[in-house]
Each structure stands twice: as C-alpha cells, then as structure tokens.
C-alpha cells in the first residue's frame, strides 16, 4: 500500500505490486512506530521506547522532511482540494492538511502517470527516488502525528530549504552541536583556571598581609617596651 499505484517491484523473491493505498499505509506505518505505550498517557510521550521532551515551541524541518513533503505539496494533485489547501498554507501546513494530502500522492498511477514525469517531477526529487515518496511522506506525517505528538491542527513547523539564504542540512546541525560541546568544554576549563588563579592570588594576598603585620606588631611591642 505504501508505493504508487501500479509500481512494481521484486524483494527477496517476492514480486509486489504497489496500490497506493495512504490509509492502508498509515496503519502499517503505525505498527514501526510504538506511539503508545502502556505507561505513556498521551500520544508524543516515546517513539521506540525512547522518551523525548513534550512538543513545544517552533521547530524547522529541513533535509529528507523538506524534500518528500515539497513533493507531497506539488504532486498531491490527484485529490486538488487537500493540494490546494496544502499550497495555500505552505511552508506552514498543519498535520491534518499534510495526513489529507497523502491520498492524492499516494494514489496517482505509476505506469500511466508518474512515469511519464519521473526525471522533472519535482526540483529535489530524483527519477530512483519518486517511487519512495509516497511512503517517505506517509512515514514523516505519521511519525510527526502520532510519534512525536504534533496536534492535527498546530501550524508549530516551517519546512524550508534555506534559513536566511543558506542551505540547512543535518551535518550543519552535527556541527553546530558538536561545536556548542567543545564550546562548554572550553568555558568550564576557563572558569575553573580562573576560580583556581583566583583563590591562589587571595592566598598570596593573607600571605602578604601577614607578613607586612607582623613587623609592625613587634615594633609596637619594642616601643611599648622602651616607654
């Protein structure tokens, strides 16, 4: 169900023929993805057994979220009022407006259809990798959903390909994260250099003070003396 109508393909032996069928494919999408769990109240609270932070805030969705959902936006056009709805809302849908959008991908013909455009389809989408964008976008959507714990209706995500004229790539966010460690790393070493130079220098501070007091004690005491 999570390949296009009519795609044919052979798998360990098996021939499979794609039906295209999103609503069949989200169930089956559910079944990779643990989305509740018998200790978990709501949906979001873990993704494989693995807990993650509650949803909150604004995110971007960059990389493989941008380039199957774009293609989802543009070649959603087999039920034209969820793709037109998506297009109006683009780069900000809703979950619910991406899960309505899935039929009309999902469902277009392979062999009398998308074949005939595979190699200018879509700008991000190559010929050898239009046959997984139906089951791309119904993962990404169901694991947004139903994962992580997206409301239907929040708008909470931008899908974009560049963020102020550069392009975002999870390498850039492995280095930036990377760098924000050996940056923590480096301000702790300072701080402690400096908590250290700190109590030495006060130390050398007593050590000179007592030294510069107690000539003074005992020339008072001398003076005491002679009187």
């Keep these: 169900p999570c390949t296009f109508n009519g795609y044919q393909i052979e798998w360990k032996g098996h021939h499979l023929l794609g039906t295209g069928d999103s609503e069949a494919c989200v169930r089956q999408v ?4 643990p989305h509740l769990e018998p200790d978990t109240a ?3 609270g873990r993704v494989g057994g693995v807990e993650h932070p509650e949803v909150r805030g604004k995110f971007f969705a ?3 979220y941008f380039f199957s959902l774009d293609s989802l936006r543009e070649l959603s056009t087999a039920d034209p009022e969820a793709h037109e709805a998506l297009n109006r809302s683009w780069p900000t849908p809703s979950i619910d407006e991406l899960y309505d959008a899935l039929t009309g991908l999902c469902s277009r013909d392979w062999h009398n259809d998308l074949v005939h455009i595979q190699h200018n389809s879509h700008a991000f989408t190559r010929a050898e990798v239009l046959p997984h964008r139906c089951f791309e976008s119904v993962y990404m959507v169901t694991l947004l ?5 997206f409301a239907p209706e929040s708008r909470d995500i931008t899908f974009t390909f560049l963020v102020d004229g550069s392009e975002v790539e999870w390498s850039l ?3 930036l994260s990377m760098h924000a460690e050996e940056f923590k790393a480096d301000m702790e070493l300072q701080q402690s250099v400096e908590a250290n130079l700190t109590a030495e220098q006060q130390e050398c501070r007593t050590d000179a003070a007592a030294t510069f007091t ?3 004690i005992l020339a008072a005491a001398v003076t005491t003396t002679h009187a």
């Design 145 to 149: 959903r139903d994962g992580f714990g």
């Design 173 to 175: 966010g492995l280095a």
């Design 214 to 216: 107690t000539p003074s």
């Design 30 to 33: 559910k079944r990779l993805i």
């Design 62 to 64: 960059m990389s493989l």
């Design 42 to 44: 709501e949906l979001g």
